[in-house]
C-alpha cells in the first residue's frame, strides 16, 4: 500500500536513535551530573540527601521544618550549612536513609551567614 507507514517501524527507528546518542556521549566521555557527587561523606551516603523546593520550607521562630520531617532544625544547630554553587541556590537536606521522615543529618541553606 503506497504512503503507508508502520508505527512500530517508526518506534525502532526512535530507539535506534535514542541508544546511539547514549553510545556516543559515552564514548566522548559525556556524563551525567550526579546530584550525590557535592555532599560531603559526613551528610550523606549516597543516598541520603536530595534538593527541596525553598516554599515548602517553614521559617518558625523555633528553627527551620522541612515537609515530612517531625524534626525542627535550630538556627544555631551544626546540622545548619550554606548551599555550595553546585546547590544551584537551593535548599537540600540530608536525612537517614533518605526517608523524609528520617533524623536530619545535614541542612543546606542558601545565602546562610552571608
Known amino acids: ?3 503507508h507507514h508502520s508505527f512500530g517501524g517508526a518506534l525502532a527507528v526512535g530507539a535506534f536513535l535514542a541508544a546511539s546518542v547514549v553510545v556516543g ?3 566522548l566521555g559525556v556524563t551525567e551530573a550526579r546530584p550525590h557527587e557535592w555532599y ?3 551528610c550523606c551516603s549516597g543516598f541520603d540527601c536530595r534538593p527541596i523546593e525553598m516554599e515548602s520550607v517553614r521559617i518558625t521562630p523555633e528553627g527551620f521544618v522541612i515537609p515530612g520531617n517531625p524534626e525542627v532544625v535550630p538556627y ?7 548551599t555550595p554553587p553546585e546547590g544551584q541556590g537551593r535548599y ?3 536525612t537517614r536513609g533518605g526517608k ?3 533524623a536530619i543529618i545535614c541542612l543546606y541553606i542558601p545565602n546562610w551567614g552571608t
Open 1 to 3: 500500500m503506497k504512503g
Open 100 to 102: 523524609s521522615e528520617g
Open 92 to 94: 537540600h537536606v540530608c
Open 40 to 42: 560531603p561523606p559526613n
Open 25 to 27: 556521549a559515552m564514548a
Open 76 to 82: 544555631t544547630s551544626k546540622k545548619i550549612r550554606q
